[in-house]
């Protein structure tokens, strides 16, 4: 899988957490998750639960320290990824 | 003087109806909602029979979105939120918008325990090593406030917003409490009522303490008996009641319908003495409670024209009465009709109070007085007391005046509510 389809995947999870006024059309790279999505910083949680089935993988708890927007998620999971190949 | 309180919204999730349409139906046409639960029988309860109230998709479409409904768990939740928002869309009143909260509305929202069900997968999870998969709906769903804060946020209220719990009295006290913060001018208007999950969970205590019949697990509605001869404990229930309450001023200033007036409400316990425990009622505190309340309505005795009982189907029902009796000063004919919502619901422990208080309410509109089931069989020693044309068997047409609600719960504690018919004051 490359990264653009890692890309779609995690859209779709994050579609799931969007609070009823933000578009998916919104979820961009670079979107902060929760200054920008507008996503209830509880919900990280679950967003990572749904990303670690998804892919078999584990966040650490620095890991999810880290993730701020889109696109720091995907770095961190396309690492892991690469990690576990 | 006091500030006057009206109710002025109602909302209902009971086990005979959702919604007021139907529950009104319903209780006018003696219409039960106790089933038999395969899963108590599988279980091996000795109660297999329990009012839970008929969920469907669409109500769940309708309460919430798809993000709350996400891992939801939380069948007094469920119940909650449904009769909460109802009460307030009754009401006339919306959500507040995004960035503004209403400072001048609150909630108190009581329930027993919350998300029993929920609570359960998280124990599961934990016991199990896997305490992080538990993500973040564990703790809104089982934490007691849960439904106050679910239905604060939905409806973006500012005042206070909180739950409390007092056993079966439960929603009862959270009617008080919700008056008592509007006559302290503290609040204009308070969501107030109370819910209680479904499930083995939370009725296995009760199979255990054999306090629930044993005898009704192929005939249901037959099974909760209050007042009756062959009255065999109560059946469990479940649900949720609702009551905007508001001061007469600003539901008159928004031109608000009114139910009826919320004279007073006193809760006070027994202490657990004086023939009171744990589970029994000082009688003696039973009718202070309502002698209190009474004073607190600043109405006489003989006012009362209507009572809507705690009643549950057990032996203590006489004793609720002789309480009643005595209380009031009348026996016989004097006494006021009295029924109870109970053998059509089952005992819905936290919910019982506001199932009840919206159930008592709704006669006032529907110039109704709810007749009894299962109780053809009136227990004698009741009938010492009250003459039998006042424990009505079927719904009639009346014109209440006065109706006193009470609960009593676990802990030795009371409530008692009066309410009184409105009518607009002449100019």
């Keep these: 899988m490359n990264n653009k389809t890692h890309y779609e995947r995690l859209k779709k999870i994050i579609e799931d957490y969007l609070p009823e006024d933000v578009a998916t059309s919104e979820i961009k790279e670079n979107s902060n998750f929760i200054t920008e999505l507008n996503i209830n910083s509880a919900n990280l949680v679950d967003i990572v639960l749904d990303v670690e089935d998804a892919y078999g993988i584990t966040f650490e708890n620095e890991d999810m320290a880290r993730m701020e927007t889109v696109k720091d998620a995907l770095r961190i999971l396309t690492q892991k990824i690469s990690d576990k190949e | ?427």
Excluded at chain 2, 6 to 23: D, E, K, Q, W, Y
Excluded at chain 2, 268 to 287: D, H, I, K, L, Y
Excluded at chain 2, 384 to 408: G, M, R, W
Aim: one cysteine or more; charged letters at 20%; glycine letters at 12%.
């Design chain 2, 1 to 427: 003087m006091k500030t006057r309180v009206v109710v002025s919204g109602l909302g209902v999730c009971a086990p005979n109806g959702i919604g007021l349409t139907n529950f009104t139906n319903s209780l006018a046409l003696g219409k039960s909602g106790i089933t038999f639960h395969q899963e108590l029988a599988d279980l091996g309860f000795g109660c297999q029979i329990a009012g839970k109230p008929a969920i469907k998709e669409e109500h769940m479409n309708a309460y919430f979105t798809p993000l709350q409904r996400k891992g939801l768990n939380s069948s007094g939740l469920v119940y909650g939120v449904i009769a909460g928002m109802d009460a307030w869309a009754d009401a006339g009143l919306k959500s507040t918008a995004k960035d503004h909260p209403d400072w001048d509305s609150g909630i108190v929202f009581g329930t027993g325990i919350l998300g029993t069900n929920k609570f359960r997968e998280a124990i599961h999870l934990i016991d199990n090593k896997q305490t992080r998969r538990l993500g973040s709906t564990s703790v809104m769903q089982t934490m007691a406030s849960g439904i106050s804060a679910q239905l604060g946020g939905v409806l973006g209220l500012g005042n206070q917003v909180t739950t409390n719990s007092s056993a079966c009295a439960t929603g009862t006290e959270a009617i008080i409490l919700g008056m008592e913060r509007i006559r302290a001018g503290k609040a204009k208007r308070m969501l107030v009522g109370s819910c209680s999950d479904s499930g083995p969970y939370i009725w296995g205590g009760f199979d255990a303490m054999r306090i629930l019949p044993v005898r009704y697990n192929d005939n249901p509605e037959r099974g909760s008996r209050p007042m009756s001869a062959s009255a065999a404990g109560f059946v469990p229930g479940s649900g949720a009641g609702a009551l905007v309450l508001e001061s007469l001023e600003d539901a008159l200033a928004r031109g608000a319908k009114i139910y009826a007036e919320l004279l007073g409400g006193v809760v006070n316990s027994g202490g657990q003495r004086g023939g009171g425990s744990m589970t029994a009622p000082n009688s003696e505190a039973v009718q202070r409670c309502i002698l209190t309340a009474l004073e607190d309505a600043d109405i006489g005795k003989n006012e009362v024209d209507v009572i809507n009982g705690h009643l549950t189907a057990t032996a203590k029902d006489v004793e609720e009465i002789s309480n009643w009796s005595k209380a009031l000063g009348r026996s016989g004919k004097d006494f006021p009709f009295i029924n109870t919502t109970k053998g059509l619901v089952g005992h819905c422990l936290a919910a019982s109070g506001s199932v009840e208080a919206v159930a008592s309410i709704l006669q006032f509109k529907e110039k109704l007085v709810f007749g009894n089931i299962n109780c053809s069989d009136l227990n004698p020693a009741i009938l010492e007391i009250v003459d039998a044309s006042k424990i009505p068997l079927q719904t009639f047409s009346y014109n209440p005046h006065i109706i006193a609600k009470a609960s009593f719960g676990f802990g030795d504690v009371n409530a008692c509510i009066i309410f009184k018919a409105y009518k607009p004051d002449q100019p």
